[in-house]
């Protein structure tokens, strides 16, 4: 499989990629904690279906010492029991954020009210900031077919 379009010599998207990649650094520097980030970063890729993103993440997160066990189970966090409350609370609110076509009223009350018994102002904005990035990278490369598997950790540190 081949990208549609090769997004690393376009100049556009060159400077796009920039600015999220700015982004995404800002983010890094909030006190919302790395493994938290990773772990909505995946889940939000593996709603969206983006093999790229969930295949950097994922990668990312065990090079920074994730376990495989919490890894297999973001897309079970429910059932799972490896995960705290809080790091449940984000993976709540980013599924929320990420399916948010598909409640009519946006992220509900409880949803929110969840997350910010576990973060404070700063790390919430982090958190919703971080939604939100993740989904527009999971756009960029699910509309561009950009294939997944040879993704190396800190290849685009």
């Known amino acids: 499989m081949e990208a549609r379009l090769d997004a690393y010599s376009s100049p556009v998207a060159a400077d796009y990629v920039k600015h999220l990649v700015t982004a995404n650094a800002a983010l890094s520097r909030s006190t919302l904690p790395a493994a938290t980030q990773e772990l909505v970063k995946i889940r939000a890729s593996q709603i969206n279906g ?35 409350e809080a790091e ?23 949803v929110w009210a969840s997350a910010a018994k576990h973060y404070d102002e700063d790390q919430l904005i982090a958190l919703v900031t971080l939604i939100a990035l993740i989904n527009a990278f999971n756009r960029l490369n699910i509309i561009i077919q950009q294939p997944a598997g040879d993704y190396q950790p800190g290849q685009w540190s």
């Not at 997160?61 to 973001?74: D, K, P």
């Not at 449940?88 to 409880?110: M, N, S």
């Open 50 to 84: 983006c093999g790229y993103c969930t295949d950097m993440h994922t990668k990312d997160a065990a090079y920074a010492g994730e376990t495989s066990q919490r890894l297999n189970l973001v897309a079970a966090w429910r059932e799972a029991t490896v995960f705290t």
């Open 88 to 110: 449940r609370a984000a993976l709540e609110l980013a599924e929320q954020g990420t399916r948010i076509a598909d409640a009519a009223g946006g992220v509900p009350d409880d």
